[in-house]
């Protein structure tokens, strides 16, 4: 997984998203209201308070209005199913198998800038979801053996040393990831963070299981960041260019510019990059018109052939 910055809170950014979907009109209104709570926050304490409890109740009324505009769409990429092939698909880029499961103890710094990438979506020490992973398991888990890096592990966050892991910890990691609570932690992690959120996304923009899957991998080559590089940034550039299907517009046509934003932002940070999760894959399935991600399915990875039956 190559991305940069700081992770968000997973739901912090769909509930945003919802927002502008489900409410669309009240932008003004919202930023009244933004400007009223700045207001109103220069003017005391306990005014500031009050108002940041009312967008706080605001942004779980949306959240809520969300869940009830997707609550009966068909489930998508979250079918069991196809969200065991959305894995198989994700391991063919981070870890080169379809076998997902075989790469729980998996580390290595590949030399993407990103410190040591580990696990079954490629957690890494640089980019702050490592540490979350470590830091929550370690919650239900003091004992266990990763706990002892934690101190290196915040202090390397955000850069690529190995400072305070080197030499112990890629054993620690390949040693916890036999224990099954640990690897219940990664799928945990992976689902909060990444899955879920990009899931509840796509469907709040009308797109089908194919753009669910397209929004998932972004998410996790780029992270959940708001920047540039990050795949709201990604998408915010996207929607500039095409509307949605949630906005009226084609959901081919969309995705196939999403696809094109994505593409450029992969080149622009690494010059040369193999880009065949987009181009021989995602592309390929997109061009076939195949938008529930129906099996069979073949596709290239890094120049290797993948086949689901």
């Known amino acids: 997984m190559k991305r940069v910055g700081v992770l968000l809170l997973g739901a912090l950014p769909v509930i945003a998203a919802g927002v502008y979907l489900a ?65 198989q698909l994700v391991s063919s880029a981070e870890n080169s198998t379809t076998k997902w499961r075989t790469a729980y103890g998996s580390i290595e710094d590949v030399g993407d800038g990103d410190g040591y990438t580990a696990g079954i979506i490629g957690f890494c020490t640089g980019t702050h979801d490592l540490l979350m992973l470590v830091e929550r398991y370690t919650e239900d888990h003091p004992d266990n053996g990763l706990a002892a890096y934690l101190p290196a592990l915040r202090k390397v966050d955000g850069s690529d040393s190995h400072e305070g892991l080197d030499p112990g910890f890629t054993a620690a990691w390949r040693a916890e990831a036999e224990v099954p609570a640990f690897r219940e932690a990664q799928e945990a992690e992976r689902d909060r963070v990444y899955f879920e959120p990009a899931v509840r996304l796509a ?21 959940p960041d708001t920047d540039a590089e990050g795949f709201y940034g990604l ?75």
């Open 23 to 87: 409410v669309p009109d009240d932008s003004a209104d919202s930023a009244g209201t933004a400007s009223s709570a700045s207001s109103a926050s220069s003017s005391s304490p306990a005014t500031a308070k009050s108002a940041r409890d009312d967008a706080k109740d605001r942004a779980e009324e949306e959240r809520e209005a969300d869940d009830a505009l997707i609550a009966d769409l068909p489930p998508g990429l979250a079918a069991p199913a196809k969200k065991e092939l959305a894995q």
């Open 203 to 223: 469907k709040l923009d009308g797109l089908g299981t194919l753009g669910q899957f397209v929004y998932y991998d972004a998410m996790v080559f780029h992270g």
């Open 235 to 309: 998408r915010e550039r996207a929607m500039a260019e095409a509307r949605t299907p949630g906005q009226g517009g084609s959901e081919k046509a969309y995705l196939e510019t999403f696809l094109d934003v994505r593409k450029q932002a992969m080149e622009a940070k690494r010059p040369g990059i193999d880009t065949s999760r987009v181009d021989t894959a995602q592309r390929r399935f997109l061009a076939a018109g195949n938008m529930k991600l129906a099996t069979p399915l073949v596709w290239e990875m890094y120049g290797d052939t993948y086949r689901v039956p």
